[in-house]
């Protein structure tokens, strides 16, 4: 191998500066700082190391054809506000030890692979352009600053974002920056995986309200397994149906884990999810792709499913009406959905001080018992009871619970179901 180091400041005004070796594998090593102003042109021929300390100011465009390691400490490009070009035909990785800040990130000619979690648009304004490019996330998790809804654009058909990595692995997660707007927009999480177009979309007919953070991640499982839709997100104990029953063979061999934050005020889009025709029609399962609707997860069981609009052609569905979508999305035949558990839960104080608490389940699946906690600041717990629960039922239950231990002022209260 063939190095090229910086040991002292570069500093290039409206220049271009080739570094290149006639070999494989060269390496350009930063230990200082490299400085491009507007204008100039830094073009490396292999690929660039950036050891402790070392830092790179790029407000023109930095082309690099090989891997870009980031050990820097820093995000290494802080918030300047120029580009930088991935061009290779050959694989290339964003690696390092420290998270990296983008401001431009243009990719084009091969599958790019993230070592390293990412930010893109560290000035506020600047995109992330996958070209024809594959943009493996490895695991890891690629954000995008600019809350503008074409911050991320990529040619349709070829160029996509690979998540598709199980929890035993770590998600894949595409976070975007959303702002308020009056008027109707639209965010796209361009995934694929090169045999489906697996892109979700975002659509706010009304607008945004106000500003906040979507993070997507989303994996395929075996349909060919037995039992299938294994292995199970994060958080989301079981499968079963009403009946106690595996109901894999009626999922969709997919997941869709998805968070929000910041959002003070909701606003409800209209949600478009695609999925592989494999997902459903190979292996165990037993679906009926026209009657597939959306259900989700929020880590205290499954709430009701969504009506929604399937599309079989395109292997689309589209529902809306909901303002909280953060926790495991997946698609269930309607024949079979997966169990209701908590439908409400709610307290009040009575004359005398003490609170009352009541909930209902709409269905329960070899309930054990619920466990009911208290705090006065909503950090610290302490048991105040276990109530007995009803074991499997398909029939709407009701439980009240009077806490006569109340503490003065605030309380606050959590549920949980043990089977």
Known sequence: MANSYINTNIKALGLAILVSQSCLGQVLTNKSTIHLDPGAILYVNGGTLNDLGSSMENNGVMTITGDLTNNSGSNLFGNSQGTVVLSSGSPQIING?????????????????????????????????????????????????????????????????????????????????????????????????????????????????????????????????VPNNRPLPSGVASLLNISGLENAHHTLD????????????????????????DEWISGSNTISESSLQPQRNDFSGWQTPISSIINTANNTITFGGVSDFSGVWTLVGSNSPLPVSLLAFSGECNGDGDVVLTWT?????????????????????????RIEGGGTTPQLSEYMFEDFEANEGVNYYKLSQTV
């Not at 929000?260 to 025709?277: C, D, L």
């Open 361 to 385: 389940t709409a269905s329960e699946v070899n309930c054990d018992y619920f466990t009911l906690e208290r705090s006065a600041n909503g950090t610290v717990f302490e048991l105040v009871d």
């Open 254 to 277: 997919r997941y869709w884990i998805v968070s929000t934050s910041g959002f003070a005020i909701p606003s409800v889009p209209n949600i478009t999810m695609r999925y592989g025709e």
């Open 97 to 225: 030890n420290t998270l990296i800040r983008f401001n431009n990130l243009v990719l084009s000619n091969s599958i790019k692979t993230l070592g390293a979690n990412c930010e893109v648009g560290g000035s506020g304004t600047g995109v992330l352009d996958i070209g024809n490019s594959v943009l493996d996330l490895n695991s890891k998790t690629l954000t995008i600053l600019n809350p503008s809804s074409t911050s991320c654009t990529f040619q349709s058909g070829v160029g996509y974002v690979l998540s598709e990595t199980d929890p035993s692995l770590g998600y894949g997660s595409l976070v975007r920056y959303v702002k308020d707007t009056v008027g109707p927009v639209q965010y796209v999480f361009p995934f694929g995986n090169g045999t489906a177009d697996l892109r979700c979309v975002y659509d706010y007919p009304n607008g945004v309200a106000s500003a906040g953070q979507i993070g997507v991640s989303t994996y395929p499982t075996n349909p060919s397994n």
